[in-house]
């Protein structure tokens, strides 16, 4: 089985991963900013749900999906690219027309789910580096099977620890902010999703 000292550096590697700013780091802060502590929650669980599904495709699919997602990676990436965009620039609209005040703006909670959902399952770089990145603290002298389920499920713990910390994080600094500058952080929000969606846009295998 896996040894506690690989499972330390494989906690620490899913740590530094978790805080690497990406398309569902974007949307997290994006959504905390503008709606609040639960609206960014809502998004670390269909973050985590979406993540889960590419575990499982890990685990369970490795050669037949990957092979699907090298065939159609640039496809499923400008997908997921124009759907943030899309997110910014609606958010950024809604913004200037004065739209954000609670509670007539705030997205039935599930919206969040479904898009941070949508977000993970679009971004195919993080399949192909969990492809990439499971193998190399797997024991290959124990069965595999069970590691590679241990791994997943302490993938999602750790990162979902880190993003948890970090909509709490943003969650206060938000309820701290004056109705002025809270217009302007949901300004900021909005061109934080555009630019994870120029990110994905431009990303390369």
């Not at 993540?51 to 990957?66: D, H, K």
């Not at 193998?135 to 499920?153: D, E, M, R, S, T």
């Amino acid at each position: 089985m896996i040894s506690f000292s690989v499972l330390l550096a494989f906690a620490a590697a899913c740590a530094i991963l978790a805080l690497t700013p990406g398309p569902n780091m974007s949307l997290m802060i994006a959504n905390t900013t503008a709606h609040g502590t639960r609206a960014g929650f809502w998004t670390l669980a269909g973050n985590s749900t979406g993540l889960a599904v590419l575990i499982l495709g890990v685990i369970f699919g490795l050669g037949a999906i990957m092979a699907f997602v090298a065939q159609w990676f640039d496809l499923i990436r400008l997908v997921g690219a124009i759907y943030l965009i899309w997110l910014g620039a609606s958010r950024l609209r809604a913004s200037f027309k004065n739209d954000l005040d609670e509670p007539k703006l705030v997205p039935a909670q599930k919206n969040h789910f479904i898009q941070a959902a949508l977000v993970s399952i679009s971004n195919p770089k993080v399949l192909l580096f969990l492809g990439a990145f499971f193998p190399q603290f797997i024991n290959l002298q124990a069965a595999i099977l069970p590691q590679l389920v241990l791994l997943g499920i302490g993938f999602l713990i750790v990162v979902g620890c880190v993003d948890a910390c970090l909509v709490l994080a943003v969650g206060a600094a938000r309820n701290a902010l004056t109705k002025t500058r809270l217009r302007v952080a949901e300004r900021m929000s909005a061109a934080l999703l555009m630019f994870g969606g120029l990110w994905l846009a431009t990303m390369k295998r």
